[in-house]
C-alpha cells in the first residue's frame, strides 16, 4: 500500500481497476496516502479549459470564480497522481 511505513505500493490512479480509489473517492475515507507531488495551478497560464476538471479523479481542482474562469487546487483532496499535470494543454498546472 502507499503507506508512510510500506513503499512496496505503485499507483496509477485508474479508477476502474483500482479497488481503493471507490472508497477514497465515494466515501471520502483516506486509505491510502497522497504522493509528494502537489498540484500547483499557475493563474496567469491558466485558460479555464477544464481538462485539468476531467482528469481529476479525486474533485481536487475546482473554479476559482465559476465555470470557465481560473482553477485552483483543492489541497485537502489532492493524491498528488499528476494527472492533471500531463493533460494541461497550457502546462499551468
Not at 485508474?14 to 504522493?35: A, E, F, N
Not at 487546487?73 to 492533471?84: F, H, I, N, S
Request: proline share 5%; aromatic share 6%; net charge negative.
Amino acid at each position: 500500500m502507499n503507506r508512510h511505513e510500506a513503499d512496496h505500493f505503485i499507483c496509477n490512479c485508474c479508477p476502474c481497476c483500482c479497488q481503493t480509489m471507490p472508497i477514497l473517492i465515494k466515501g471520502g475515507i483516506r486509505v491510502v496516502d497522497p504522493s509528494r507531488y502537489r498540484a500547483e495551478i499557475n493563474a496567469e497560464r491558466c485558460t479555464g479549459c477544464g481538462t485539468c476538471h476531467e482528469r481529476c479523479y479525486f474533485g481536487a481542482i475546482a473554479w476559482e470564480n465559476g465555470e470557465g474562469s481560473v482553477s485552483r487546487v483543492e489541497a485537502p483532496k489532492c493524491m498528488g497522481c499528476g494527472l492533471c499535470r500531463v493533460t494541461c494543454p497550457e502546462e499551468a498546472d
